[in-house]
């Protein structure tokens, strides 16, 4: 129903900026509550940011991101985006969407049905 493909990753360095894309296909995505998780291996998924139906102005952050990272939708593009800046070593990771339609357990990565394929993001001192 709904395909997601992440791009953006790349190596940036300490305190550096970056701009992940999530673009989407089908035609409901804009009703559709997106959120951005990270993994590194052998770990689970880490929460980092939602934001909800497109026109809601709904956004959630982890603490761990919140001030640096912003999430934004391109509605006519059916693309949303995660732009981080002061970009720091724990930050390395790579960085998934994921799509839901409700926002119940936004944050828990079980919640979500459809999933991108994920870009790698590594951050250099």
């Known amino acids: 129903q709904v395909q997601l493909v992440e791009s953006g990753g790349g190596v940036v360095q300490a305190g550096g900026s970056l701009r992940l894309s999530c673009v989407a296909s089908?035609?409901?995505?804009?009703?559709?509550?997106i959120t951005w998780f990270r993994q590194l291996p052998g770990k689970e998924h880490e929460f980092v940011a939602t934001?909800?139906?497109?026109?809601?102005?709904?956004?959630f952050y982890a603490d761990s991101v919140k001030g640096r990272f912003t999430v934004t939708r391109d509605t006519s593009k059916n693309t949303v985006y995660l732009r981080m800046s002061d970009l720091k070593l724990d930050d390395t990771a790579v960085y998934y969407c994921?799509?839901?339609?409700?926002?119940?357990?936004?944050?828990?990565?079980?919640?979500?049905?459809?999933w991108g394929q994920g870009t790698q993001v590594t951050v250099s001192s």
């Open positions: 994921a799509a839901n339609p409700d926002y119940i357990d936004y944050h828990r990565p079980g919640k979500y049905d459809y």
């Open positions: 934001i909800g139906r497109a026109g809601s102005g709904i956004t």
């Open positions: 089908g035609r409901t995505f804009s009703q559709y509550v």
